[in-house]
């Protein structure tokens, strides 16, 4: 079965960079698209950006400019590039895949813990 596995977060200071890095392993059979999604404290999980396998790309309005989501040369793997971080980006940050793997669906990382602060 996938399972992906994320890492980078970190503390930030405002303004400051984070690079997030996700990697899938397991049986893929097909791996439609990579994404990184983000849940803070008392609000819903939301989409931060995705990449397509065949490389098109698709950002939340509130992280345009700032964050760039690309693919590793390993086929499977993705990254999160942010870039003039805000306050207001801390969160968890979750790794998905939309893949045909033991099911055809949604895959999850653990998370990965996003602050900054001053």
């Known amino acids: 079965q996938l399972q992906l596995v994320e890492s980078g977060g970190g503390l930030a200071q405002p303004g400051g960079s984070l690079r997030l890095s996700c990697a899938a392993s397991g049986t893929i059979f097909t791996m439609h698209s990579m994404g990184w999604y983000r849940q803070a404290p008392g609000k819903q999980r939301e989409l931060v950006a995705t990449v397509t396998s065949g490389g098109s790309t698709n950002y939340a309005d509130s992280v345009k400019g700032r964050f760039t989501i690309s693919r590793g040369n390993a086929k499977n793997t993705v990254y999160l590039q942010m870039n003039s971080l805000k306050p207001e980006d801390t969160a968890v940050y979750y790794c998905?895949?939309?893949?045909?793997?033991?099911?055809?669906?949604?895959?999850w990382g653990q998370g990965t813990q996003v602050t900054v602060s001053s």
């Open positions: 998905s895949a939309d893949a045909f793997s033991s099911y055809r669906g949604d895959y």
